[in-house]
T-cell receptor, first 114, second 111 residues
Framework: EAQVTQNPRYLITVTGKKLTVTCSQN?????MSWYRQDPGLGLRQIYY???????DKGDVPEGYKVSRKEKRNFPLILESPSPNQTSLYFC?????????????FGPGTRLTVT | DAKTTQPPSMDCAEGRAANLPCNHS???????VYWYRQIHSQGPQYIIH???NNETNEMASLIITEDRKSSTLILPHATLRDTAVYYC????????????FGAGTRLTVKP
């Protein structure tokens, strides 16, 4: 089954403790991205990657890192999480860049930083 | 990207057609209209997209007015599982694929 998977689905952590949220897709998609969703603010893009070893900042990249060493994986790294990073996070992938192709979203990771 | 306007909420009876409007009066000639939906904190799900012709797939139909300033997403036989927030997005082709989701329309399908 074609899908985007994220792990963990739920995470409660403390300020400053480094964490990684994994994202993997099995569709051989070139493009992957991370969003966060907060009440009243909609989805905001954090980082995106157009292919292996190619990443760039989205609208809200501060406090996050990403890497794209393999086509299928795009982990999101919070080196020193803070409470304002408490949010619902979505990973997405699409066959290629450009609006002609739809994005497939993962199930989401609900992160709480205390 | 063009701004969109959608009603904040709508109700629909189960089994009836749900017609969700979207206004995008400032749309430019190379911008597509996309529809996604999000079922209670799940990942957004692509529904359909179009440029100027009407489109239909297994999930829905998209009707775009001739002047392209508005569109309507039609779910022909709404079920309770179609209860979700529906987002209308218009955008050109950018490298980053950023889909700017607004507030959307919360559709409630009632038995």
């Amino acid at each position: 089954e074609a899908q985007v998977t994220q792990n963990p689905r739920y995470l409660i952590t403390v300020t400053g403790k480094k964490l990684t949220v994994t994202c993997s897709q099995n569709m051989n998609h070139e493009y992957m991205s991370w969003y966060r969703q907060d009440p009243g603010l909609g989805l905001r893009q954090i980082y995106y990657s157009m292919n292996v070893e190619v990443t760039d900042k989205g609208d809200v990249p501060e406090g996050y890192k990403v890497s794209r060493k393999e086509k299928r994986n795009f982990p999101l790294i919070l080196e020193s999480p803070s409470p304002n990073q408490t949010s619902l996070y979505f990973c997405a992938s699409s066959p290629r860049t450009g609006s002609l192709y739809e994005q497939y979203f993962g199930p989401g990771t609900r992160l709480t930083v205390t | 990207d063009a701004k969109t306007t959608q009603p904040p909420s709508m109700d629909c009876a189960e089994g009836r057609a749900a017609n969700l409007p979207c206004n995008h009066s400032t749309i430019s000639g190379n911008e597509y209209v996309y529809w996604y939906r999000q079922i209670h904190s799940q990942g957004p799900q692509y529904i359909i997209h179009g440029l100027k012709n009407n489109e239909t797939n297994e999930m829905a139909s998209l009707i775009i007015t001739e002047d392209r300033k508005s569109s309507t997403l039609i779910l022909p036989h709404a079920t309770l599982r179609d209860t979700a927030v529906y987002y209308c997005i218009v955008r050109v082709s950018y490298n980053n694929n950023d889909m700017r989701f607004g507030a959307g329309t919360r559709l409630t399908v009632k038995p």
